[in-house]
């Protein structure tokens, strides 16, 4: 299991090869491969997890997700979380008790397993459930602390091999999250 995702991932497959000449990378269903020469190109996807490999005379082609695993597991966890807050919603709409993030967010608290380590983000999906009176609400640029450890990995792995700060940061939370960590308007170079 690597350090970068907690799985068999790219890290864990592709980390002692030095010749990158005859190993051809493809993100999902994209034709077009990545260009990497060396493992300094590969860093930043190292958390993601190899879709397919196929070796054939000495040569490797590989398609990998279109993003880190550890994201993927974030949006599951977002989304089954995001149906339980719907649910209790929707018990105080019909019982027309008071819907406020407070009282919505008393109630969650007891049932989702993982309340106390991200509040601000259950509390920030409260929020846009109520004020989309129930319905379907983005998510995708909230984060769990689940994968804090994994983007830190990655960040310091990035640093290590010489990216830019503001490169990593990017890279590791993206541009709001990184705006919001002290990079400012150099996230967006």
Known sequence: MSKYSGRCDIFDSLSDISDFSNVHIFIKNNPIELRINSQKDLVPYYPFIEAIAVYSNGVCNISIGDEPS????EWNILETDISYIKRIYNRFKRNKLEITVDSISEE????????????????ELVKRIIEAKGKDVKFKDLQLDYSQYYRQMLYNEMIANDYPKNVALKWCYGWKKAMELGMGDKVLD
Request: hydrophobic share 30%.
């Open 70 to 73: 550890y994201v993927r597991e």
């Open 108 to 123: 969650c608290k007891s049932w989702l397993w993982n309340w106390e380590r991200n509040e601000n983000t259950f509390k």
